[in-house]
Structures are given as C-alpha cells and as structure tokens.
T-cell receptor, first 115, second 113 residues
C-alpha cells in the first residue's frame, strides 16, 4: 500500500531564503509519480511540481525543485528565494501505475515566510 | 476556461437528510476523484473513477456513494449524513493517472448538525 509521510507540521523561513519541505514515501510499485501541491489560506489546491519514478533528473519548475532520492524513498520540495506569497500549506502526494486512480496525500506542512 | 466546478460551495444540513455535491470538469479528463480534508489529516481519497461507469473505493468510502454516468460529471452522494462527515470536500480530475497532475475544484465546506 502506498504511504506518504510529511514529518514537519510547521516550518518558518525568512523571506528570500531557501527552504526544504520533507516528504518520504512507501510503495512496492516500481513505477509511480510524486506530486507537490500548494494550498494557500484561500483554500484552493495548486499543482506545483511532478517527479516520475524513472526520471533521471530532479524536476524543477521556476523556484521549485524536487530533491528526489529514490533509494531513500524521499521527494523533498525545495523552494528557493522564498516570498511572502509562499506562505501556505504544502502537500506531497503519490500515484502508482498499477492503480493509477488511487492517490495518497501526506498530512501537509504549513510554511510561514517571515518578512 | 479549463476548470473543475463544485456545487454547492457551502452547505449546512441536518443528520440524515440526503444530499448531493455535484462536480463537473470541462477538460475531457478520464480520471476523477473525491477527497475530504480534515485538520491534521491531509486529503483522504473517498472514491475515484477511471472512466464512465468505472468507480472504486478510496481510503474512506464509508457513508458515501458516487456515480459516473457521463465523463464530465462525478457527483458525491451522502445518503444519510452524520456529524462526522462535516468536512471540506474537494473534487479533482486528471487526464490520465500516473503522470498527470490533478486539477481541483474550489471545495465544498459541509457542516452536518
């Protein structure tokens, strides 16, 4: 069964600094996808970045990058040059090829960016 | 505009009164899901559908029903709501499963008294 663990309920970062949000996962499927979503205080869910299990390179999208360590089963989100607008809840999620409709989310990390 | 819509956005109801939350997407997506979000528990998948007439249980299906008669619509039915179903509900869709991100609706905040 797939499982996502986010061990940081809350994180603080100074504006303009980088921050890493942790995500570890568990799966027996060799083929899977990992996703990060952002939920601002307004409540909507926003897709940030995707990493496939067979991707050789770490995914990047603007200021977001995913530090994918397959052997350690970790998929940490790195936000560079934090902005006040990055203050939000962040969720790590996974989908497996063998049951692509099923999706598992972590409990989330609340990030607060300080001015 | 590509979007997932949910209705209603807010609903207060009483125990036992059947209700339906509608979800519709205009992106011709095959996959659709329902989630509930509770404080400290992240998003938990209730049901999902991989195509018309194909649905399956997620992690917390008890007390919920779904149907997928048309590709664009995926309603969530609470036949006899109870207070423990008070939650924030999200509908989501994606083109395929593994490699595609999900597009989320705006959420429905349900309170059952």
């Amino acid at each position: 069964a797939q499982k996502i663990t986010q061990t940081q309920p809350g994180m603080f970062v100074q504006e303009k600094e980088a921050v890493t949000l942790d995500c570890t996962y568990d799966t027996s499927d060799p083929s899977y996808g990992l996703f990060w979503y952002k939920q601002p205080s307004s409540g909507e869910m926003i897709f940030l970045i995707y990493q496939g299990s067979y991707d050789q390179q770490n995914a990047t999208e603007g200021r977001y990058s995913l530090n994918f360590q397959k052997a350690r089963k970790s998929a940490n989100l790195v936000i560079s040059a934090s902005q006040l607008g990055d203050s939000a809840m962040y969720f790590c999620a996974m989908r497996e090829v063998t049951n692509a409709g099923k999706s598992t989310f972590g409990d989330g990390t609340t990030l607060t960016v300080k001015p | 505009e590509a979007q997932v819509t949910q209705n209603p956005r807010y609903l207060i109801t009483v125990t036992g009164k059947k209700l339906t939350v509608t979800c519709s997407q205009n992106m011709n997506h095959e996959y659709m899901s329902w989630y509930r979000q509770d404080p400290g528990l992240g998003l938990r998948q209730i049901y999902y559908s991989m195509n018309v007439e194909v649905t399956d249980k997620g992690d917390v299906p008890e007390g919920y029903k779904v149907s997928r008669k048309e590709k664009r619509n995926f309603p969530l039915i609470l036949e006899s709501p109870s207070p423990n179903q008070t939650s924030l509900y999200f509908c989501a869709s994606s083109l395929r499963g593994r490699i595609d991100e999900q597009y989320f609706g705006p959420g429905t905040r349900l309170t059952v008294t």
